[in-house]
C-alpha cells in the first residue's frame, strides 16, 4: 500500500473510531418537536433609564435561569438570541400559562416607608408615590429604602399555629438597612399610617404592615428578616417567593413567540421519521447496488459510516435535532450518494474509453477527475446551510446545522471512505480478473442511449429559454391570483393543533368558534381526526375557550400543539426569509463567478431565481402554507439546483481546456450527455429518500418532502435546459459570436457493449 493509501485509510480509521466513541458517549439532544414540551421567546425592552442590549439582556437570562430552575423543569434550555432574545425550552411542560406568567414577570420588588395616608390631589415627589394597599385604602410612600437586589433569599411557608396561614419569609442582605427602616416607623404610635412598611412588587402593595409595638424606636428589627403575609393559597405563596427571591429583571420582557408540542406528536414524528430513514436508506442502497455492483456495495458500507459521522458530529457539537433536521439529516443521505455516482460515472468513462488499463487506475482517475466537481457543489450547498443557521431560527436553524454536518460527513465518506474500500477491492487479485463485478467495466444502459442517439439539445438554446418563461409565468400567475397562505411564522398570531376524540368538519367547527367570539379564525383539518386553528393574538385565558368550542364540537379535544408568535417576530422572519434568499442569490453568483466564468454564475443564478419562483408558484396555486419548513425546503432546493448546474460546467470547463476554439454550444452539448448519467442516478436515489419522507414521515414532513421532489425536478431541469442556454446566450451576446452559434454537425460516437443488467 502506497503512503497516500497508507495515510487516507488511517484518518478513516480514526473518524470512524471517534464517532463511534462519541456516538456512544455523547447522546443527542432532542427539539421540543420531537420529545414535547414549551418553547418561549421572550425579547427585552428598553426603558427610560436603561437600554436593552446584549449586557443587559445578559443579566436578565442570569435571573431567568434562577425561575426556570425553581420551576423544576428536568433538563431546561435557556439561551440568548441576538442582542434582545431569549429563547426558553421547558422539556414536559404542556400547560405553559404559569411559566409564562412567572418568566414574563418584572418583579420588580422594593420596600418603602409610608408617609401617610394617599389622596388622589397630592403631588408627589420625585421617587414617591401613591397605591392603595391590600384593603384599597391608599398610602403614601416614600422612596424606596431596600430593593430585589437587596434580597438574600425567599421561602414559602406555612404556619397553622399563628393562622398567618401560607406566607413567604424573606431574608434581606442589608439587615442594617431593614433594621434602619423599621427603627425609623417604630417612632411613631400604634394605628399611625407612618408606622406602617410596604412591601412592592410590580407596582402593587402585597403587604403593609406595622411594626410590632415591642420593636423601641431607632433599634427596628435586627436580624434582616420579615413576613409577606396575605391569605396567599399554597400556589400563590410558592410562586410568590420564586419572584422574589429570583429578584427583578433589569428590564422588561415580552413573549414574542410560544410554542408547546404534545409528546405524542413528539413519539409519532420521531417513529414517522425513523421509518422513512430506514426505508429510503434501503431503497438507495439497493439501487446503487445494482447498479455499480461491488462498488456499490463498498459505497453503501460507506453511507452507513456517513450516518455514523454526522451523528456523532450533531451530538459533538451539542446540536439540538429537531424534526425538520431530522428530515435533513436523511436527506443528505442524497448528497452523499450523489459524490459516489459522481466518482464511479468518472470511473466508468475512463475504463469504457480504454483510457486506463484496469479498474484501479479507472478509479483512481474518477477519484481525481470528480474532485472539482464534488468541492465546488458541496461548497455550494454549505453556502446554503450557513445562510440558514445565521439568518433562521427555531427547527429551520436546526435543519442548517445537520444539513452543513451532512455535507462535511458526505464528503469524508466519499473522497476518504469509499476511495480506501475501493482500491483495497480492485486491488486484489480476484476482482482484477473479473472487472465486470467492480461495476466500472461498462458505460450502462443510460450512456449507451445517449451515445447511439447523440441528441443536440442546445441546437437551439432560446426554445428551452421560451420554456421556462412560460412555466414562470403560470407560476407567477399563481403569485398573483392566489396569493401566499404566509404561516403564522410570517403574519405573527397564534396556531392550535387539536386531536379530537370525533371526526369534525372544518366548517362547523368554525361555525362553534364564531359563537364562542373568534369569527376571524381559521380552521383546517389535520390528518384523520385532528383540527388546527389559527387566529390572531391570544391571551392563555382566549385560548382556553378556543380549547373548550373545539372539544364541545370534537367529543373532547386533546392539545398536541401551540404555537404563539407576536407580530414583530412575523415581520422579522419574513424579512430574514427575503434576506435569506437574496443573500443565497448572490453568494452563489460571486461564487461561481470565480470558480468559472461570469456567464455560467448568471446562468445559475437565473436559474436558482427560476427555481425559486416556480416552487413558490406552485404552493400557491396548491394552497400550501409557505412557513418556516418551506423556507428550509427551498433553500435545500437552491442548493441541488446549484450541484447540478456545478456538474455541467465542471464539465463544460473541463472539454473547453481541451478545445479552446470549440463553440460554446457544441461544448455545453457534449457536457450535457456526459453527465446525463450522473444526474438520472443520483436523481433516483434522492426520490427514494422523498418520497419515503412523503408517505411515511407523517403529516408533518408531507409538505416538507412535497416541496422537495416540485424543486428537484425543476432545479434538474433548469440546470441543464435554463442555465446552460442562458450561459450560452449570453456569451454570444459579450463577444462569443466568432464562434459558430449553431452545435457542430453531428458525429458518429463510439460503439460500446453492454450487458443486459446494465443501467
Not at 347 to 352: I, L, T
Amino acid at each position: 500500500m502506497k503512503r497516500p493509501a497508507r495515510v487516507r485509510a488511517l484518518f478513516a480509521l480514526a473518524v470512524i473510531a471517534v464517532s463511534v466513541f462519541v456516538a456512544v458517549t455523547v447522546p443527542v439532544r432532542l427539539g421540543l418537536d420531537l420529545r414535547g414540551g414549551t418553547q418561549i421567546v421572550l425579547e427585552t425592552r428598553s426603558t427610560g433609564t436603561l437600554k436593552a442590549d446584549a449586557e443587559a439582556t445578559d443579566r436578565t437570562l442570569e435571573v431567568l435561569r434562577g425561575r426556570v430552575d425553581a420551576l423544576g423543569v428536568a433538563e431546561p434550555g435557556i439561551v440568548r438570541s441576538g442582542d434582545n432574545r431569549i429563547i426558553v425550552e421547558l422539556p414536559g411542560v404542556q400547560d405553559p400559562r404559569q411559566a409564562a406568567d412567572v418568566l414574563g414577570r418584572t418583579a420588580q420588588l422594593s420596600v418603602h416607608p409610608v408617609q401617610g395616608p394617599g389622596t388622589g390631589g397630592d403631588e408627589i415627589p420625585p421617587g414617591e408615590r401613591v397605591l392603595p394597599d391590600e384593603s384599597g385604602e391608599l398610602l403614601h410612600l416614600g422612596r424606596a429604602a431596600l430593593g430585589g437586589q437587596d434580597v438574600k433569599s425567599a421561602e414559602s411557608r406555612f404556619d397553622p399555629q399563628s393562622g398567618a396561614g401560607w406566607h413567604v419569609t424573606v431574608d434581606f442582605e442589608d439587615g442594617e438597612g431593614w433594621a434602619r427602616l423599621t427603627g425609623e416607623a417604630a417612632c411613631h404610635p400604634a394605628g399611625d399610617p407612618q408606622r406602617r412598611v410596604a412591601i412592592v412588587l410590580d407596582d402593587k402593595v402585597i403587604s403593609s404592615p406595622q411594626v410590632d409595638p415591642s420593636v423601641a424606636c431607632g433599634a427596628g428589627i435586627t436580624g434582616g428578616s420579615t413576613q409577606i403575609t396575605g391569605s396567599f393559597t399554597s400556589d400563590e405563596a410558592k410562586e410568590l417567593a420564586l419572584l422574589v427571591h429570583g429578584g427583578a429583571l433589569p428590564v422588561p420582557v415580552e413573549t414574542v413567540e410560544q410554542r408547546t408540542v404534545g409528546p405524542t406528536l413528539g413519539a409519532e414524528a420521531i417513529r414517522a421519521s425513523a421509518w422513512a430513514a430506514v426505508v429510503g436508506t434501503a431503497l438507495t442502497a439497493l439501487f446503487v447496488i445494482v447498479v455499480y455492483r461491488l462498488m456499490g456495495l463498498l459505497a453503501v458500507v460507506a453511507l452507513l459510516c456517513y450516518g455514523l459521522i454526522s451523528y456523532a458530529g450533531l451530538a459533538a457539537l451539542g446540536a439540538t435535532l429537531t424534526l425538520p433536521g431530522l428530515a435533513g439529516f436523511v436527506l443528505a443521505i442524497g448528497m452523499a450518494v450523489d459524490a459516489n455516482v459522481l466518482v464511479f460515472e468518472r470511473a466508468r468513462e475512463e475504463y469504457a474509453g480504454r483510457r486506463r488499463p484496469s479498474g484501479r487506475s479507472a478509479l483512481t482517475a474518477g477519484f481525481k477527475g470528480a474532485f472539482s466537481a464534488i468541492a465546488d457543489s458541496n461548497v455550494t450547498t454549505l453556502i446554503a446551510a450557513a445562510l440558514l443557521f445565521v439568518l433562521a431560527s427555531g427547527p429551520v436553524k436546526g435543519f442548517g446545522v445537520t444539513l452543513g454536518i451532512g455535507v462535511l460527513a458526505s464528503m469524508v465518506s466519499a473522497l476518504v471512505i469509499t476511495r480506501v474500500l475501493a482500491e483495497f477491492a480492485v486491488a486484489r487479485r480476484r476482482v482484477h480478473r473479473r472487472p465486470g463485478v467492480t461495476g466500472l467495466a461498462s458505460v450502462g444502459r443510460v450512456r449507451a442511449w445517449l451515445t447511439r442517439r447523440d441528441p443536440q439539445l442546445m441546437r437551439r438554446p432560446r426554445r428551452w429559454l421560451a420554456v421556462s418563461a412560460v412555466v414562470l409565468a403560470v407560476a407567477a400567475a399563481g403569485i398573483v391570483v392566489r396569493g401566499l397562505n404566509f404561516g403564522v411564522e410570517f403574519t405573527g398570531g397564534r396556531l392550535i393543533e387539536y386531536a379530537t376524540e370525533e371526526t369534525v368538519d372544518p366548517d362547523r367547527a368554525r361555525a362553534a368558534l364564531a359563537d364562542a367570539g373568534f369569527p376571524q379564525a381559521v380552521v383546517q383539518s389535520s390528518g384523520d381526526s385532528g383540527l388546527t386553528v389559527r387566529t390572531e393574538e391570544l391571551t392563555n385565558e382566549e385560548a382556553v375557550r378556543v380549547a373548550g368550542a373545539v372539544a364541545e364540537v370534537g367529543g373532547g379535544a386533546e392539545k398536541v400543539r401551540d404555537e404563539l408568535i407576536g407580530p414583530s417576530l412575523g415581520d422579522e422572519l419574513r424579512r430574514n426569509a427575503l434576506l435569506a434568499l437574496g443573500l443565497a442569490l448572490v453568494a452563489q453568483l460571486l461564487y461561481l463567478a470565480v470558480r468559472f466564468r461570469w456567464m455560467f454564475g448568471a446562468g445559475a443564478v437565473a436559474a436558482l431565481a427560476h427555481d425559486v419562483v416556480i416552487l413558490t408558484g406552485v404552493f400557491a396555486w396548491l394552497g400550501k402554507p409557505i412557513d418556516g419548513v418551506f423556507l428550509a425546503a427551498l433553500l435545500t432546493v437552491i442548493g441541488y439546483s446549484v450541484n447540478d448546474s456545478v456538474v455541467v460546467f465542471d464539465r463544460i470547463r473541463e472539454l473547453w481546456r481541451k478545445d479552446a476554439k470549440a463553440p460554446l454550444a457544441r461544448v455545453t452539448n457534449q457536457a450535457i450527455l456526459q453527465t446525463v448519467p450522473r444526474t438520472v442516478n443520483t436523481g433516483i436515489g434522492v426520490i427514494f429518500i422523498l418520497a419515503a419522507l412523503a408517505l411515511l414521515g407523517g403529516d408533518s414532513l408531507t409538505d416538507f418532502a412535497l416541496a422537495l421532489l416540485i424543486g428537484m425536478v425543476v432545479g434538474t431541469y433548469s440546470s441543464v435546459l435554463t442555465a446552460s442556454p442562458l450561459a450560452i446566450e449570453l456569451d454570444a451576446r459579450a463577444g462569443g459570436g466568432k464562434r459558430p452559434r449553431r452545435a457542430a454537425p453531428r458525429t458518429p460516437a463510439p460503439r460500446t457493449e453492454r450487458t443486459p443488467t446494465e443501467v
